[in-house]
Structure formats: C-alpha cells, structure tokens
T-cell receptor, first 115, second 115 residues
Framework: KAGVTQTPRYLIKTRGQQVTLSCSPI?????VSWYQQTPGQGLQFLFE???????NKGNFPGRFSGRQFSNSRSEMNVSTLELGDSALYLC??????????????FGPGTRLTVT | KQEVTQIPAALSVPEGENLVLNCSFT??????LQWFRQDPGKGLTSLLL?????REQTSGRLNASLDKSSGRSTLYIAASQPGDSATYLC??????????????FGQGTILTVHP
C-alpha cells in the first residue's frame, strides 16, 4: 500500500495570508490526525477527523481549521498567518476499523515558513 | 492532562554500544504506546507499538518494554550503528472518547552514533 502523502512539501507564505495543506491517508484508513511540530513546543495535536467528522481538537486558535472528504483525504487551513505558525505540519492516518491497535502512520510533512 | 517525558534529551555513543532510551508518562490510562524515529526535516517512522496489555515488543535490534502501572517505557537498541542516528520519540494514546486520534508526544531523545 502507498503511504501517507502530503502536499505541498514546502511552502513560503507572508504574514496575513492563508494556506491550505493536503493529506491523503493510506488506502482504507478513515481516521486522519494533524500535528504541528516546532523546535520550542515539539509535536502538538491539532485535530482528528473520522468519516468527515471532526472528533477531537487540540488547543489551537480558530485560525486553524480542517475538513475531511468522503474519500478520507483531509485538508487543513490556516488563516491570517503569523510568524509563529512556521512549523512542520504532519498528518497521520489510522485504520480504526481494522482492529484496536490505533497505530498511526505519518506522512513526510509540509514545511511552512511564514515571513 | 497527560504529560510525556523522555530522558536523556541527547545521547552520543560509539558504534556497537547497547543503549536505553527512557520514556515516562503521568496518566497510566493509556491504550497504547508508540516509539517513532525522525530523521532531520522528515516525517515520523513508527518503530514499535505496544498495547496496554503487553509488556514488550521486539523488532530486529529494537526492544521496547512497557510498565503501565509505573508509567514507564524503555527502548533498547542493541549493537548501535551510525545509521541509527536520529531523534527518537515516544508517544501515548490515551483511552477514552476525548482522546480520539490524539497521540501525546515526549520531546524526544537525539541520538548520535559515532563510527
């Protein structure tokens, strides 16, 4: 099976702009989680989607949003970008229906730089 | 609130040494624990997953143990090689509906193996 894919891999944006990142999970996986990784805060959970529904959300401002489509692909959007949003954004997929392991498989990430 | 701590923060060893990475967590009500490897600027690669009912898992030169009651896990790497140099991350998945899709990560251990 192909792994988790994320596009684009690199982005440079200006403060105040908005950005949309995309994640395609492993075929058959219906749960997609998003994380932000920064040198200071480490890996922090943003939100999780399952069957097009957001089931969980981390402690991030409303500028961070996401959605999931019927084919399980997910997008996250950050509006009104701030310098502090510069980070590696990782998505992970999980095959919940396949058993109780809840093992998460991560994509390569999108490196966002805000100038 | 779950908190995950990894010790040491960094480790530098000569090739061939056996080494132990430590992970502790504050809330023992976990569903599973995953160990990941991350190379600079890359995504996360899952190394081992231990279910809460298990005591250990092995894969090649890697062995991970879990003591849920004391909130500890160790990752043992045998006969270390320069290719093992990376950041190793421990993450826990809590039981309960408010934890959908959310892994809580430690800050990682940066491992350098010298030839």
């Amino acid at each position: 099976k192909a792994g988790v894919t994320q596009t684009p891999r690199y982005l440079i944006k200006t403060r105040g702009q908005q950005v949309t990142l995309s994640c395609s999970p492993i075929s058959g996986h219906r749960s997609v989680s998003w994380y932000q990784q920064t040198p200071g805060q480490g890996l922090q959970f943003l939100f999780e989607y399952f069957s097009e529904t957001q089931r969980n959300k981390g402690n991030f401002p409303g500028r961070f949003s996401g959605r999931q489509f019927s084919n399980s692909r997910s997008e996250m959007n950050v509006s009104t970008l701030e310098l502090g949003d510069s980070a590696l954004y990782l998505c992970a997929s999980s095959d919940i229906a396949g058993g109780p392991s809840y093992e998460q498989y991560f994509g390569p990430g999108t490196r966002l730089t805000v100038t | 609130k779950q908190e995950v701590t990894q010790i040491p923060a960094a480790l530098s060893v000569p090739e061939g040494e056996n080494l132990v990475l430590n992970c502790s967590f504050t809330d023992s009500a976990i569903y599973n624990l995953q160990w990941f490897r991350q190379d600079p600027g890359k995504g996360l690669t899952s190394l081992l997953l231990i279910q809460s009912s298990q005591r250990e898992q092995t894969s090649g030169r890697l062995n991970a143990s879990l003591d849920k009651s004391s909130g500890r896990s160790t990752l043992y790497i045998a006969a270390s090689q320069p290719g093992d140099s990376a950041t190793y991350l421990c993450a826990v998945f809590n039981a309960g509906g408010t934890s959908y899709g959310k892994l809580t990560f430690g800050q990682g251990t940066i491992l350098t193996v010298h030839p």
